[in-house]
């Protein structure tokens, strides 16, 4: 989402601005064009060496060195994003009144961009009444605050004041400002993750999907701007974003129950979940005593999810499956893909080394009805994710 952004990082005078040399590398490595500019007292906390080779640009300081004079306007206008990361409460408190005594200021109020800040101080300043005040101003002026968090802080003591983790700072600006529009106003439902199925209270028969590839494919949508619902399985680790909705459930029957009441309503559904294809016929109430030497469990089959939503699918609804073969891939995933009545499968192979369940890459084969076959390279669960989505967006303007 950051790729080939403009971003004008503010750095002010707070312990936590050794926390913008992580920011300034999480940024650039996403992508992103950063420019540094700091406020004399900055210097005291953080080196601009240091931020300068991160950011391959140089670090703007002083308002009267004759090379940066001019800048402060133009920093403004060329950034798609002024971040001040730390905001101190002595930038607040000038920030909210227009004071304008060295280049950090200057740069602030020569900004049309959008203006995000994510401050930093000591719990009684964060609660002081003219701190409140000012941020109320900042939120008046339309800039946005990214939220303090708890936690140790420089005076030792524990409170409300510490600047947000860059990686949380990160994600704010990348879910408020660089989200993509080719799915904006589109829903999206996608299964993720493993379920379990009961075999009495304490036991249950189930498999080893980490939910990654689901969440990653969640991610991608929502980064194109479809609203995005995710139904998920036991163990999966939430979406970083926020405005991705998931509902957590257990078995293959609840997942089967929130897909198909979803369905209807969405424009394209990702069947990304290892559902369990059968699950125990009886479940024990209470626990099963340990006797004899073996133990038999009758076992039915579930619902196919996948099978479902392509029966209920309409002309205007797009619709991926995966398929997870050890043999014959190919064939076994054209069987899917006609049978289940997808519009994409997407193989994976458990003999590939890297890929499989809990790995942070995978190595896919896309199948569409038109018989295509699109291979792609192993790759991070992001990028693959970012290939799916990449064909569905082709899928609905191709439709369009
Ligand atoms: N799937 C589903 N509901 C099930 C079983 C599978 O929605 N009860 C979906 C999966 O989410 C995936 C696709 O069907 O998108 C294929 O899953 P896979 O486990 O590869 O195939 P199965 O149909 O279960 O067949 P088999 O296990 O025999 O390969």
Redesign the pocket.
Known sequence: MLAGKKILLGITGSIAAYKSILLVRILVKAGADVRVVMTPSAKDFVTPLTLATLSKNKVLINLSDESTWANHVMLGRWANLMLVAPLSCNSLAKMANGICDNLFLASYLSATCPVVVAPAMDEDMWQHRSTKRNIATLQEFGHKVIVVNKGELASGLFGEGRMAEPEEIVTFIEENYFRQSALAGKKSLV?AGPTYEAIDPVRFVGNHSSGKMGIAIAEALYGYGAEVTVIAGPGVKPSKFKGIKQIDIKS?AEM?GHANSLFHSSDIAV???????YSPKDVALEKIKKSGDNLSLELKK??????SLGNLKRKDQVLV?????TNNEKS?ALK?LEH?KADFIVLNSLKEEGVGFGKDTNKVTIFDREGNEYPFEMKSKALVAKDIVDLIIQKIYVKA
Not at 321 to 325: I, N, R, S
Request: net charge negative.
């Open positions: 299964t293959a089967f069947m990304a979940a290892a559902v369990a294809d579930t619902q196919d999810i996948l099978l499956g995966f398929a997870l073969e076994n899917k289940k």
